[in-house]
């Protein structure tokens, strides 16, 4: 089964990630959160897998646009809205091996994938 790889087209950790996985040998599909990507869906999955802490990019400029009643809602469990809203604020990448949920492109994840 192929890796799914959800991120932006023009996002450098993402294209780092793709060409990682694609050296590996292993499939992988990639998924433009901005274009085509059924949020509604997939967005309440990774929250459950990773937690709002780990999927909410808190360092992005999305995230210091917001403001302070919107950041709040994450700590109250209301993360879902806002990232489906703003599919920038998303940490990126998310991979999808399988029924594991994988997010970022730390050391941890690599040694997992790679």
């Known amino acids: 089964m192929a ?3 959800y991120g932006l087209k023009n996002c450098d950790t993402c294209k780092k990630a793709l060409k ?8 992988v ?3 433009d959160i901005r274009e085509g990507t059924d ?6 999955v990774w929250l459950e897998a990773a937690g709002a802490k780990t ?3 808190s360092r992005s400029t999305t995230w210091r646009g917001l403001s302070d009643a919107e950041k709040a809602s ?3 469990g209301r993360a879902e809205a806002l990232l489906i809203a703003n599919p920038t604020l998303i940490k990126r990448p998310v991979i999808e091996d ?9 050391k941890d994840v690599q040694a997992a994938l790679v």
């Open 3 to 5: 890796l799914q790889l």
């Open 74 to 76: 994450v700590d109250q």
């Open 55 to 57: 999927l909410v990019n």
């Open 20 to 27: 990682a996985l694609d050296d590996t040998g292993k499939p």
């Open 98 to 106: 399988g029924d594991t949920v994988y997010v970022g492109w730390t």
């Open 39 to 44: 949020l509604e869906a997939k967005v309440p």
């Open 29 to 31: 599909t990639f998924h």
